[in-house]
């Protein structure tokens, strides 16, 4: 179970279908079963997709949502009819193992409630903590309400729980000391074979050529990610040397197109969310690939997928990250500049500290190869099948 799949545009399809796809190439006795939504990551991103697909091995149901943007409440009403359905779908089903992968807790609800009523197994894969990042987005009015409803629903869900995957270590404390007794991996994302056969190599502009470099961050523009509080300031700074480049969409492309608009700058270029083939386009034509994470608390815990997808190309990472996040490019990710969030300061340091050389990370793709971490993702789960 995963609200989003192939051909959705985000980390979770990816996760997901590079999972499915491992488990298919696996001497099996059983078959894969899929529930998940038609493509709908972005109100701007539509792509035609069947609503149910079956081959060999693999049967695929895609639920049909209301059309939503990226706001608190369409996305509630959103998962309210993916949770409706897929309950439906699942009701003559017979499963051997539920797996579900989660974001924001409710798709790893969902799998909970078809694990219990179908009296299986419950492999969870835990892409953040939904608890924490709550108590920091949420006012406090609405927190004292809702926080314990959710605390009861996270004790459900992981009381059901078999084992569970954590995609970042500064989860780690967060849910073993809340349930020590279940079993944790810690299979990351990863790099997929897409970005590694097409990243270029030498093409990043030399420091001394004078011509306007290029700073490109691709994914959502939400809370999350604090692109409204970063963007408007850092662009201002750098001014006509350099060309921002933001591809997305999401919640907060409102708030950053007017804080662009109040500092009246020019060098900011919103493009809609693209395919795939034509973001390695744009990835191999930028001199810098940009993250950004909100000043949060909940977030120096996580460990952003966009760090793996950057690192297949030779350019130089900027990124407005801390705690965990920051540990792990500052000691894993070569030709990278960490700055303290939403401190325009800092990163304008940090871009001018880069001689824009181009860095095959060779090892670091090694590593993390989205195939290679699946491989042993699908072992873990074949293995608890068999238990």
Same mark, same amino acid.
């Given at each position: 179970?995963?609200?989003?799949y192939?051909?959705?545009?985000?980390?979770?399809?990816?996760?997901?279908t590079a999972?499915?796809?491992?488990?298919?190439?696996?001497e099996?006795?059983?078959?894969?079963?899929?529930?998940?939504t038609?493509p709908?990551?972005?109100?701007?991103?539509?792509?035609?997709?069947?609503?149910?697909?079956?081959?060999?091995g693999?049967k695929?149901h895609?639920?049909?949502?209301?059309?939503?943007?990226?706001?608190m409440?369409d996305?509630?009403?959103?998962f309210y009819?993916?949770?409706?359905?897929?309950?439906?779908?699942?009701?003559?089903?017979?499963?051997?193992?539920?797996?579900?992968?989660?974001?924001?807790?409710?798709?790893?609800?969902?799998?909970?409630?078809?694990?219990?009523?179908?009296?299986?197994?419950?492999?969870?894969?835990?892409?953040d903590?939904?608890?924490?990042?709550l108590?920091d987005?949420?006012p406090?009015?609405?927190?004292v309400?809702?926080?314990?409803?959710l605390?009861?629903?996270?004790?459900?869900?992981?009381?059901?729980?078999?084992?569970?995957?954590?995609?970042?270590e500064?989860?780690?404390?967060?849910?073993?000391?809340?349930?020590?007794?279940?079993?944790?991996?810690y299979?990351?994302?990863?790099?997929?074979?897409?970005?590694?056969?097409?990243?270029?190599?030498?093409?990043?502009?030399?420091?001394?050529?004078?011509?306007?470099?290029?700073?490109?961050?691709?994914?959502?523009?939400?809370?999350?990610?604090?692109?409204?509080?970063?963007?408007?300031?850092?662009?201002?700074?750098?001014?006509?040397?350099?060309?921002?480049?933001?591809i997305?969409?999401g919640?907060?492309?409102k708030?950053?197109?007017?804080?662009?608009r109040?500092?009246?700058i020019?060098?900011?270029?919103?493009?809609s969310p693209?395919?795939?083939?034509e973001?390695?386009?744009y990835y191999?034509?930028?001199d810098?690939?940009?993250?950004?994470?909100?000043?949060?608390d909940?977030?120096?815990? /996580?460990?952003? $997928?966009? #760090? %793996?997808?950057?690192a297949?190309?030779?350019?130089?990472?900027? @990124?407005?990250? +801390?705690?965990?996040?920051?540990?792990?490019?500052?000691e894993? /990710?070569?030709? $990278?500049? #960490? %700055?303290?969030p939403?401190d325009?300061?800092?990163?304008?340091? @940090?871009?001018? +500290?880069?001689?824009?050389n181009?860095?095959?990370?060779?090892?670091f793709?090694?590593?993390?190869?989205?195939?290679?971490?699946?491989k042993?993702?699908?072992k873990?789960?074949l293995?608890?099948?068999?238990?």
């Amino acid at each position: 179970m995963s609200f989003y799949y192939e051909p959705d545009l985000c980390a979770g399809s990816f996760r997901c279908t590079a999972l499915v796809n491992q488990l298919l190439e696996e001497e099996r006795g059983f078959d894969v079963e899929v529930i998940t939504t038609l493509p709908n990551r972005y109100a701007t991103y539509s792509k035609e997709a069947p609503k149910y697909e079956e081959r060999e091995g693999i049967k695929i149901h895609r639920v049909a949502l209301p059309v939503h943007q990226s706001g608190m409440i369409d996305q509630v009403r959103a998962f309210y009819y993916f949770y409706k359905a897929a309950l439906e779908i699942s009701k003559d089903s017979e499963y051997a193992l539920v797996f579900a992968t989660s974001s924001r807790l409710f798709t790893a609800f969902l799998g909970a409630r078809v694990s219990r009523m179908k009296k299986v197994l419950l492999y969870l894969d835990i892409r953040d903590i939904f608890l924490d990042t709550l108590k920091d987005v949420l006012p406090s009015k609405f927190s004292v309400v809702l926080m314990p409803i959710l605390n009861l629903i996270e004790k459900y869900t992981f009381g059901k729980a078999s084992r569970v995957n954590l995609v970042s270590e500064g989860f780690r404390d967060y849910f073993e000391k809340r349930y020590p007794s279940l079993e944790y991996d810690y299979y990351t994302n990863g790099i997929d074979r897409e970005f590694v056969r097409t990243a270029k190599e030498g093409d990043v502009l030399d420091s001394h050529s004078g011509g306007i470099k290029t700073i490109l961050y691709a994914g959502n523009i939400g809370e999350g990610q604090g692109l409204h509080k970063i963007v408007p300031g850092l662009a201002e700074a750098l001014g006509c040397d350099f060309k921002i480049q933001i591809i997305g969409d999401g919640g907060r492309r409102k708030q950053l197109v007017e804080a662009l608009r109040i500092k009246e700058i020019d060098n900011v270029e919103l493009i809609s969310p693209v395919p795939r083939k034509e973001l390695v386009e744009y990835y191999n034509r930028a001199d810098i690939l940009f993250l950004h994470l909100n000043d949060y608390d909940a977030f120096k815990k /996580v460990l952003p $997928s966009k #760090v %793996f997808e950057y690192a297949a190309f030779n350019k130089p990472i900027l @990124a407005g990250v +801390s705690g965990y996040s920051a540990k792990f490019i500052d000691e894993c /990710v070569v030709n $990278s500049e #960490v %700055f303290p969030p939403c401190d325009a300061s800092a990163a304008v340091k @940090a871009v001018k +500290s880069f001689s824009y050389n181009s860095t095959p990370r060779t090892e670091f793709i090694k590593d993390y190869a989205r195939g290679n971490i699946m491989k042993k993702m699908s072992k873990s789960i074949l293995e608890l099948m068999g238990s």
